[in-house]
């Protein structure tokens, strides 16, 4: 065996389906490696942000690490902020780079691809991962491959693996399996029962459901736990889509002043706030009508556990979950469980001439649901994510909180790549300008999502904050005429007449990416932007709210 096929085989060990990368003359080695192999298929794009976004959606998407190859220099630094936003969201991303030999690195000339030193792409990398090892010592690879490895699925967050171009082919041991270090008993013991203690004493305790219950793989089990302690659960803005299969009353997404009022009163008015894995962010939190008292919440975050002045550290959330499930006894009889609240169930869906606006995008995709059953979403961030939030409670990656722009359609391909599932894709058409290229790698890697670009010919979201700049406004580019040359079939939508006829036929069609250009007149926006701009506003900028 050599050091790419162990390292390979650890990669499939820890629930990568596939490795999505870029080669470069400092990678091809390990390229060829992973090719002749065949240990894992290997996908190429375009540009190492979709290879970076689609890493990404893959790993969210079907739990496992996600696999990002690169060259060294050029490639890596051009993956910075897709890592970045994984770290954010915690993403289990594994970053491998190709890097220059230790025989080059000694030459004394100047290597092509080099920034400030050799080591200028591991310093920045530092900042973006929980841990890192250059392989450039086969007998030590093995046990450096697993501690990375493993520090990526414990913590959640993306690790650097530096593959010298002499090392993918030397001949290398098998990497070791993941050790599972079980927490202390005690701790976890006098943290469950005191958690229980302050949910039981509550008077309207509510449970959030955050995006660590996703990354670690916990739905059923928080649906069972639920279940017991029959407390309402919303969902985080992060947390969106999480839950949407299980057996359990979800009574919406909290999103402060920019959802649903009856959702924001529930939170806000509890006095025993369980965030499990919750990301506690500006989108939701800061947009609040009444500031959430954090100190009378109960955190479970990032491996400890915060309730008033306690601090109980190093608790996996997992490992809480369980010792919860085994102090409340499972319910007698099966709860009678009320229908999945969905806010836009009930919205009315026009099919005429007129314009389309973002919400009717939401009611057609509902009624295509209704029909044809859920497909999980790939958003990017924009007007498209908030539409998002009154499509129907199904699986949805998205930048929630880090915010990044291009995420969308490489996320889309991952999602696919990765399940199997066809996706459909929001986006905005300034998103889409920076990564909507990557569909045309879609066919290659046996995608055909359904793409909806939001073409409002606009930074929207950003207009609504800056309503007088010029420098918002965006070209009308004709995306449904690029769909052709890039593979796929393209519909222009002026009308919800238009909208729920091409939303029907791209549903029918298989095969090729289906895109359609949805024309909105800028200045129009969904029901929940304008909530959050609004409430933004309010809070942060009072001058522009008119509110002093
Ligand atoms: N660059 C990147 C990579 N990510 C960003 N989030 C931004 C810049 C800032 C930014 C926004 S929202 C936004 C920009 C430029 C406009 C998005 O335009 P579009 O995709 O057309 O969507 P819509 O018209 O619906 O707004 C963030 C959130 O600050
Ligand atoms: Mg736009």
Not at 302 to 331: F, Q, S
Not at 391 to 414: F, N, Q, R
Not at 474 to 480: G, Q, S, T, V, Y
Request: negative net charge.
């Amino acid at each position: 065996m050599n050091l790419t096929e162990s390292l390979l085989l650890a990669l499939k060990a820890r629930g990568a389906t596939e490795i999505f990368g870029i080669p470069g003359d400092f990678a091809l080695p390990l390229f060829r490696e992973i090719e002749r192999s065949a240990l894992l298929p290997l996908v190429t794009l375009s540009h190492e942000p979709g290879v970076g976004f689609a890493a990404d959606a893959a790993a969210r998407a079907r739990g496992g690490l996600g696999v990002a190859a690169v060259t060294y220099g050029a490639g890596a630094f051009n993956l910075v902020n897709t890592v970045a936003g994984a770290y954010a969201e915690r993403v289990p991303l594994v970053v491998l780079s190709g890097a220059p030999a230790a025989h080059e690195a000694s030459s004394g000339l100047l290597l092509h691809h080099q920034v400030k030193t050799l080591d200028s792409q591991w310093r920045l990398y530092e900042e973006l991962t929980v841990d890192r090892a250059r392989l450039d010592d086969a007998a030590k690879a093995p046990e450096q491959i697993a501690r990375v490895l493993d520090a990526a699925l414990t913590r959640s967050r993306p690790v650097y693996l530096e593959i010298p171009r002499d090392m993918p082919g030397k001949p290398c041991g098998a990497v070791p399996a993941t050790q599972h270090v079980p927490p202390d008993e005690q701790r976890l013991a006098a943290c469950a029962d005191e958690l229980l203690a302050r949910l039981t004493s509550a008077s309207r305790p509510v449970l959030m459901v955050g995006v660590e219950v996703r990354r670690y793989g916990l739905e059923s089990r928080i649906a069972e736990l639920a279940r017991r302690l029959a407390i309402p659960v919303v969902t985080s803005f992060m947390g969106r889509g999480l839950l949407a299969r299980a057996d359990v009353q979800l009574a919406g997404t909290y999103i402060g002043l920019a959802g649903d009022p009856a959702v924001s009163d529930l939170v806000e008015q509890s006095d025993g706030l369980l965030l499990m894995g919750v990301i506690v962010s500006d989108t939701n939190f800061a947009v609040s009508s009444k500031r959430i008292d954090m100190r009378s919440t109960i955190q479970v975050y990032d491996g400890n556990v915060h309730m008033g002045h306690h601090v109980y550290h190093e608790l996996p959330i997992a490992a809480l979950i369980d010792a919860l499930l085994a102090r409340v006894a499972p319910l007698e009889r099966a709860s009678t469980t009320r229908p999945t609240h969905h806010p836009a169930a009930s919205q009315a869906l026009s099919a005429d001439a007129s314009a389309v606006q973002p919400h009717d995008i939401s009611a057609s995709v509902n009624a295509l649901f209704r029909e044809h059953g859920p497909m999980p979403l790939a958003s990017d961030i924009g007007d498209c994510l908030f539409t998002a939030m009154d499509i129907e409670h199904t699986t949805l990656v998205a930048p929630g909180y880090y915010a990044t722009m291009g995420y969308g359609v490489p996320a889309g391909i991952g999602v696919q790549v990765a399940t199997g599932l066809r996706p459909i894709v929001m986006v905005g058409d300034g998103a889409f300008q920076m990564t909507g290229w990557e569909l045309g790698s879609a066919a290659h890697c046996g995608c055909d999502p359904i793409v909806l670009v939001l073409n409002n010919a606009s930074w929207e979201m950003l207009r609504a904050f800056e309503p007088n700049a010029k420098f918002n406004d965006l070209a009308r580019w004709d995306f449904a005429s690029m769909a052709a040359g890039m593979g796929g079939d393209g519909h222009v939508v002026n009308t919800t007449g238009e909208l729920v006829a091409a939303l029907a036929k791209a549903h029918a069609t298989r095969g090729r990416f289906q895109l359609l250009d949805i024309r909105i007149e800028p200045g129009v926006l969904s029901p929940t932007l304008s909530r959050f701009v609004n409430a933004v506003k309010r809070v942060s900028m009072p001058e522009q709210a008119g509110a002093r």
